[in-house]
């Protein structure tokens, strides 16, 4: 017999360290690209950003049944005065969803239409243009980011790519693996039992961990403890996939363990034994270039190392984040004791009882496995204590439906292409932070900030009085607390119009042309405010732009509205006439930049956002998207 005692015994911290260190030894470890349908991609990690091939809408359509009108057709119309006009020529019937026709801009809702004739109809009431009309890109603009590298597909996602006419797009290939269980005495499911039998079905669950987390996997044939037959199909099956995983035999004490010794032969073994309960006998090594994970046989054990040593490394192949447990603290309802020198990993089910959680520990074991699949999370003793008390409070990790979301950098204010760019750049380095960013508009963003309703928010905000931007405002928002801003960068804002300017728009002024049509931004955007203080010093009231109140979002969409014909020009920054191939015309330049609480800029998620920002990477893809000035990004100044 060749035996191989454990070398050492490293705490969990320290063997996933070595670990990482050993796999990424050589360089980036995500595996290559593959083109694959969209329809086929749920689940699959993205090897690449998905933008928006076509706006959706890609026309103006009907939002109700009624009929298509021209707005200016209807001006006139009283409930006591109705107005008649003439079908086909005036009015068209349309279902929801048919193309607004040609030289038509609004729908009237069937319900407050009256047919008088086959060719007549009579209205009650003026409509505004694009009433009921969805107007192209409402749903999704052409260009825009749908989702960012690094992201697994939902179902949703896969509907909003196929919406946005994308049909193909890159995922990283599936990491393939070979497990190996082994063990003279295991058999397969269904064949007849003996005295001193196991069943063999730990491959079985940690083939669908592996389907879980987006690899592939095949099953080897159960392999009988023979040191030259373990031997030769380890080094065979590490030249056929991107990791094996071998079960059983991982202590090295039993005479016939003998896989420690194997890998002792063939490679590296970077880790052999970690100090927690369930699960101390693994095994970590490298042979071929390729990683060996040797579970233990107790299905416990199996599954626990699993998720601290398979899982990484399945998302350090797919260049996806780590998913993190959800947690929250429960009530111990009974003591639990723990030997010294372990850290200790205890099941629980957990209830609510009125305003708080309660934790009941539940049957423990290495081999308690239908224990474990009844349990909804589980806890840990630090390996310096004895334990925990009755009604103590502990932090548990949910096994079960996730409840929240950890992770999200909330930023709510202004729009910028700037965010999604921070957003992809941040999991094109493996972060697990996900950036979430709501458009409201810079004044609501930072009215929100001061409700403590978000992390940071986009700001540009012109203090017509100062000419300076953004300072007087978040005093004003957010009182009493300390913020710090940070610049994005510095933009160029102009009027976005048709390829050529047809209609020869040279300034703000222009916009008093009672033939142009104008798309404005909500209230309260920063891009409004300059509106209306570049109309102020030509001395254009702001009633005389004609579609002054009609009101988009963010850039994008503005736009889109030029670039579809639902106005002629809109204000704007240059990236987003860029992506829309827009003409532009300068107006100003602002300073773009996230307002965050100061007190937490220390926080880990905080710091890594701002690396991000301060990153070479991050600046030179944004100068990259037009009209953006980085000399000052990543400045911080305090409000």
Request: charged share 25%; with cysteine; hydrophobic share 40%.
């Amino acid at each position: 017999m060749r035996s191989h005692q454990f070398r050492e015994t490293l705490t969990i911290e320290e063997a996933s360290r070595r670990w990482e260190e050993a796999v990424k030894r050589g360089g980036d470890i995500r595996l290559p690209e593959a083109m694959i349908p969209v329809e086929q991609a749920c689940g699959r990690v993205t090897a690449r950003p998905v933008f928006a091939g076509v706006s959706s809408p890609h026309y103006h359509a009907a939002a109700m049944d009624g009929i298509a009108v021209a707005a200016a057709t209807t001006y006139g119309a009283l409930e006591t005065q109705p107005r008649e006009l003439r079908l086909e020529e005036e009015a068209v019937f349309v279902n929801t969803g048919d193309p607004i026709p040609e030289h038509f801009d609004s729908v009237i809702k069937i319900e407050d239409v009256r047919q008088l004739d086959e060719e007549t109809v009579e209205i009650y009431a003026p409509v505004a243009p694009w009433n009921y009309v969805r107007i192209v890109g409402e749903n999704v603009v052409a260009t825009e980011m749908i989702v960012s590298q690094g992201q697994r597909l939902r179902p949703v996602d896969v509907g909003a790519i196929l919406s946005a006419g994308v049909t193909e797009i890159s995922v990283r290939q599936k990491p393939k693996a070979i497990i190996i269980p082994t063990g003279s005495e295991v058999i397969e499911p269904g064949e007849p039992l003996q005295p001193g039998s196991v069943i063999e079905f730990n491959s079985r669950v940690v083939g669908s961990m592996l389907e879980e987390l987006g690899a592939t996997f095949d099953r080897h044939s159960i392999l009988p403890d023979t040191y030259d037959g373990i031997r030769d199909t380890i080094m065979k099956c590490s030249d056929e996939c991107d990791l094996v995983i071998v079960l059983a035999g991982a202590s090295g004490t039993g005479s016939r363990d003998f896989v420690p010794s194997v890998l002792n032969e063939l490679g590296e073994v970077i880790a052999h034994g970690v100090a927690y309960r369930p699960g101390k006998p693994v095994l970590l090594g490298i042979v071929n270039g390729r990683p060996v994970i040797n579970l233990p046989g107790y299905p416990v054990s199996a599954i626990t190392n699993f998720d601290l040593f398979v899982k990484p490394l399945i998302c350090w192949m797919l260049g996806c984040p780590l998913p993190q447990p959800q947690r929250l603290k429960a009530k111990l309802t009974r003591k639990v004791t723990s030997p010294m020198g372990l850290e200790d990993f205890v099941h629980v089910r957990l209830g609510r009882v009125g305003d708080e959680y309660v934790a009941s520990p539940g049957r423990s074991g290495a081999s308690a496995i239908v224990a474990m699949s009844q349990t909804d999370g589980m806890f840990r003793i630090p390996a310096l204590s004895e334990g925990v008390m009755e009604n103590e409070e502990v932090q548990v990790e949910l096994l079960r439906e996730q409840i929240e979301i950890d992770n999200t950098v909330l930023i709510v204010g202004s729009h910028d292409m700037s965010l999604d760019l921070l957003a992809n750049v941040l999991r094109g380095r493996g972060s697990d932070i996900r950036i979430s960013s709501s458009h409201v508009g810079s004044y609501s963003g930072l009215a929100a900030l001061g409700r403590g309703e978000c992390h940071a928010s986009g700001t540009h905000l012109l203090d017509t009085e100062t000419g300076e931007y953004n300072l007087r405002f978040v005093r004003e928002l957010v009182p009493n607390q300390s913020v710090t801003l940070v610049t994005v960068s510095y933009r160029e804002q102009g009027l976005m119009v048709a390829p050529g300017n047809p209609k020869g728009i040279q300034s703000i002024a222009d916009l008093a042309r009672e033939e142009l049509r104008y798309m404005n931004r909500q209230r309260g955007a920063g891009t409004r405010i300059l509106l209306d203080y570049e109309l102020k010093k030509v001395n254009i009231p702001p009633r005389q732009v004609v579609g002054y109140n009609r009101e988009v979002y963010t850039h994008l969409a503005a736009a889109s509205a030029v670039a579809s014909n639902a106005a002629d020009a809109a204000l704007g920054i240059r990236a987003a006439a860029t992506a829309m191939h827009l003409d532009f015309i300068p107006v100003a330049q602002e300073r773009y930049e996230l307002a965050v609480l100061t007190e937490i800029l220390t926080e880990p998620r905080t710091q890594e956002v701002l690396e991000v920002i301060n990153s070479e990477e991050f600046k030179e893809s944004l100068a990259a998207m037009g009209g953006y000035d980085v000399a000052e990004t990543g400045e911080q100044r305090v409000a």
